[in-house]
């Protein structure tokens, strides 16, 4: 399948999943807000959250197996520099009260203006920071 009907097919399969949330649930989809919920307070509406990130992970491996072809998952030998990363990126989410998804997705299409501001940061925060770790090791 074309890389683009690919990716067309996955944002609306975002889109209709935040829809679903917001109708069934009253949630907007955030990973990070879903995750940190199913972890740090699980309720009796944990439920839900935990089958999310089920389907979140599952999602890659069921798209390789319908489409007979295996996504190559690249994650940096790096092990320090992926700690660090991953601190950075959960700092930032409670800093900036939800992730790329919840503000992304669900805040721009409701035209929220903190979620526009948090979106600009994120993509800002990514560009200079993948120019940053290109020029210090020398890639161009």
Do not use: K
Request: charged share 5%.
């Amino acid at each position: 399948m074309n890389d683009y009907l690919i990716a067309l097919l996955g944002g609306g399969l975002i889109g209709l999943a935040s829809v679903i949330l917001m109708a069934s649930q009253g949630a907007v989809m955030g990973i990070s807000g879903i995750v940190s919920r199913a972890i740090s307070r699980p309720t009796s509406v944990t439920a839900w959250r935990l089958v999310f990130i089920a389907g979140v992970l599952a999602a890659p491996i069921v798209y390789s197996l319908f489409a007979n072809n295996f996504i190559a998952l690249e994650i940096t030998e790096n092990s320090v520099l992926l700690v660090i990363a991953g601190l950075f990126v959960g700092v930032g989410t409670v800093i900036g009260n939800g992730c790329t998804s919840g503000h992304g997705v669900c805040g721009l299409s409701r035209l929220s203006a903190r979620s526009m501001v948090a979106t600009i940061t994120f993509m800002l925060t990514a560009v200079l920071t993948v120019a940053a770790v290109n020029y210090l090791s020398g890639v161009n």
